[in-house]
């Protein structure tokens, strides 16, 4: 089956500074990859994603880049603000019709 | 509804004793997940169900774990004989269907405690 390994498990920036997350896939055949973000008792909510035929997408100030060779993603935040500060879950899927395997989040503190 | 609504919210049960928690799905969402997130921890998949398919209960830890859906509705996840392991957030999702394009959304999950 597949397991997602996401790093780092913390990472603490300055307002206005970009965060990078990185997680690795083991499953070659896995083809889509989301992002969802928690914020502080709240439910995990879709960011983006992206599918094994792109390699990078971007939505504002947020942009997920995908290296199938090396089987990995990262998940690129600029201009970071306050706001920004949560849990970040990356995820994986080879199939329609599976559940997504999560990695076990990066907490990203933004501070002003 | 409008949402993935989870029942209860909150569940302080003694060890030993079952419980079942209850999910329920946006209507019309065919594929429904359940995930366990224990403290700091990340989302670990339990068990999930695509229409009149059989599930798939590879996620599920032990035999003291079984979930039920009738349909496309609602799910209940049912614990027994609790441990104070099973402490945790336990979420459930839904999604229109398998395609890959279609994002989970997340009910606000049952706090289980065991005491």
């Known amino acids: 089956g597949e397991n997602v390994e996401q790093h780092p498990s913390t990472l603490s920036v300055q307002e206005g500074d970009s965060a990078v997350i990185k997680c690795t896939y083991s499953d070659s055949a896995s083809n889509y990859f989301p992002w969802y973000k928690q914020e502080l008792g709240k439910r995990p909510q879709l960011i983006i994603d992206?599918?094994?035929?792109?390699g990078e997408k971007k939505d504002q100030r947020i942009a997920v880049t995908l290296n199938k060779t090396a089987k990995h993603f990262s998940l690129h935040i600029t201009e970071t603000q306050p706001e920004d500060s949560a849990v970040y879950f990356c995820a994986a899927t080879y199939q329609a019709g599976t559940a997504l395997i999560f990695g076990k989040g990066t907490t990203l503190s933004v501070s002003s | 509804g409008a949402g993935v609504s989870q029942s209860p919210s909150n569940k302080v049960t003694e060890k030993g004793k079952d419980v079942e928690l209850r999910c329920d799905p946006i209507?019309?969402?065919?594929?429904l997940y359940w995930y366990r997130q224990r403290l700091g921890q990340g989302l670990e998949f339990l068990i999930y169900?695509?229409?009149?398919?059989?599930?798939?209960k590879s996620g599920l830890p032990s035999d003291r774990f079984s979930a039920e859906r009738t349909g496309e509705s609602v799910s209940t996840l049912t614990i027994q004989r609790t441990q104070q392991e099973d402490s945790a957030v336990y979420l459930c999702?839904?999604?229109?269907?398998?395609?890959?394009?279609?994002?989970?959304?997340f009910g606000s999950g049952t706090r289980l405690t065991v005491v």
């Open positions: 992206i599918r094994s035929n792109v």
């Open positions: 999702a839904s999604s229109l269907g398998t395609e890959l394009n279609y994002g989970y959304t």
């Open positions: 209507s019309g969402h065919t594929a």
């Open positions: 169900f695509q229409g009149n398919s059989a599930p798939d």
